[in-house]
């Protein structure tokens, strides 16, 4: 991901991602997208049994986007969340606090 937005300069402000439990995937190939912009808001679902499947530890996307600096908040209702879901599911959207 990290080539394909430098080599056609793209600059979302929005990326959604449905990839039934390789969201980590997902975002490590973004590694120095999602290190560097401030203003991309990412739209992903988490889902335990689906990132269990995909062979990562339940919760490890979420864990990943926080150390990049972004905030996690539950969809649609807005509320932000304090900790990383590992059971369940739920629509999150990941934005860094300005």
Known sequence: ???????????????????EGYEMTVFKSMSKFLSKNENCEIFFEFVDW???????????AQDYLLKKGYRLYKF???EKVFQVQLKGSNNLI???ER
């Open 1 to 19: 991901m990290d080539i394909f937005i430098e080599e056609n300069q793209l600059k979302p402000d929005l990326i959604k991602v449905d990839v």
């Open 50 to 60: 689906a990132e269990t499947a995909a062979h990562y530890v339940c919760g490890s």
């Open 76 to 78: 649609p209702e807005i």
């Open 94 to 96: 990941a934005k860094k």
